[in-house]
């Protein structure tokens, strides 16, 4: 078996897979994906979740694609995220469980990846996440020097197909678009001309 090329974009998250997001830019993230995964877009959020993605707030082009499912209970929600996966047409499944993912319902998402060749994005709460996930998110947001600026720092602190790393980015949440922040004192510095 031949190991699989390393992604040019670290940000792209592997087809056919459930991912994870935690922390408090775990919806930022999501939007993110969002608009870089074509075709429909499903959300799914219990109904007791008063906060959901607000149509006019999106980037553009995710509202038209957007279906917004919202199941009465934890075992609702994630049987409409396995048949969600399942649906072949659907570009990405987003989905905000309450409880932590149990090994088997981890794997039952993954094998309904693969069965409708879609890509899952689960919005867990902190350590609530399955060992059976592809990769791991930590999302946090970052404080900013500029007020229209909004920085994002993105960990992975679990990858079945490579390392761990972190980054620091400014996305404005209305494109695909991202700009590395360079860590402090990483910047090319011009040389020292001296006479």
Known sequence: MRPEPAPIDPFDLRA???HEAEGRGRRAFALFQAVRHPGPLVWIAPAYIPELPMLRGLPRGVGERLHLF?????????WCVEEALRAA???????????????????????AAEA?????????????????????WNCEPQLSPSPDSTLHRWSLSKNKKGTLES????WNGTSA???MVSEARQRHEPADTAP
């Open 16 to 18: 056919r897979r459930v």
């Open 70 to 78: 919202r199941p009465s209970g934890e075992t609702d929600l994630l």
């Open 89 to 111: 047409p659907v570009g990405l499944v987003i989905a905000e469980p309450e409880k932590p993912l149990s090994l088997t319902a981890g794997r039952r998402l993954q094998l």
């Open 116 to 136: 409708g060749c879609t890509t899952g994005l689960m919005l867990i709460r902190e350590d609530a996440g399955s060992n059976a996930t592809e990769t791991r």
């Open 167 to 170: 980054w620091t980015l400014n």
């Open 177 to 179: 678009a991202v700009h």
